[in-house]
């Protein structure tokens, strides 16, 4: 499938979208990049301009080293998801469930921003776990991350569970975690449920979640991919849009 950026082509996929009944839509980090937040692979992304970023990012290392947990607290401190609003994409997605359009959001992200922008939070599905909240490794216990932060703030470098002495990280899926099970078994569910499909700005590489793709062309639903970068399904998607997210989906979801 070509490229579209013409209106014409435009003006077809906002036809599929107004016709549509129950559209699923999946994000990644591509959104999120013009409230602040950076990607992880792309040329700016944070694992490409910093690889210690990565350890920080793996279940193994966070676990075994007490360096890279300060250095992940300190991060969390500094985190653009702070500060952040939601940009056009997001809320256009917003737009999109107030006409009665999207059936569920699922998203690799984890800066809330689509809740903050309108989407109820039970039709997103946030498959990596969410940065708002903080987790015990050891007993489970949940709180707010801005609660542990305050701690950081005052001085502890790695903070543990009240609880249980326990280590505390972001209630996020890290490398060498599991994903939960009931969420990713969501996900799979309504991607299989709906008549359009619209992946935006994600590299569709990660499993298992990319596998929702084929979950819903598998149900018959058009295939929508608007990405910056090509994907390895954009051969099977009735349209491929390579236009920067904010400036498309408002005029696309409106």
Not at 159 to 187: E, M, N, W, Y
Not at 206 to 234: C, E, H, M, S, W
Request: proline fraction near 6%.
């Amino acid at each position: 499938m070509a490229a579209m950026d013409g209106n014409h082509e435009l003006s077809v996929i906002r036809g599929w979208i107004d016709a549509a009944q129950r559209i699923v839509v999946m994000t990644g980090a591509g959104i999120s990049t013009d409230s602040g937040i950076p990607d992880f692979r792309g040329p700016q992304g944070v694992w490409t301009l910093n690889p210690k970023a990565e350890q920080m990012s793996d279940i193994r290392y966070y676990v075994a080293d007490p360096e890279v947990r300060r250095l992940s607290w300190q991060s969390r401190l500094a985190h653009p998801a702070w500060t952040a609003e939601p940009n056009a994409g997001h809320r256009a997605l917003a737009a999109l469930e107030r006409r009665g359009k999207l059936h569920a959001l699922i998203t690799q992200n984890i800066d809330g921003l689509h809740q903050r922008a309108g989407v109820p939070a039970e039709k997103v599905i946030e498959v990596h776990g969410t940065l708002h909240r903080v987790i015990c490794l050891s007993c489970g216990w949940r709180g707010p991350m801005q609660d542990t932060l305050a701690r950081v703030r005052a001085g502890e470098e790695d903070p543990q569970c009240f609880d249980c002495d326990g280590l505390l990280k972001s209630d996020t899926i890290s490398f060498g975690q599991q994903l939960i099970p009931d969420v990713i078994d969501r996900a799979m569910r309504v991607a299989g449920e709906g008549d359009l499909f619209i992946a935006i700005g994600s590299t569709l590489q990660v499993y298992p979640v990319a596998a929702a793709v084929p979950k819903a062309l598998d149900a018959g639903a058009r295939l929508v991919i608007v990405n910056a970068q090509p994907t390895q399904f954009d051969d099977v998607a009735d349209a491929v849009v390579r236009m920067p997210i904010g400036v498309v989906l408002p005029g696309l979801c409106g």
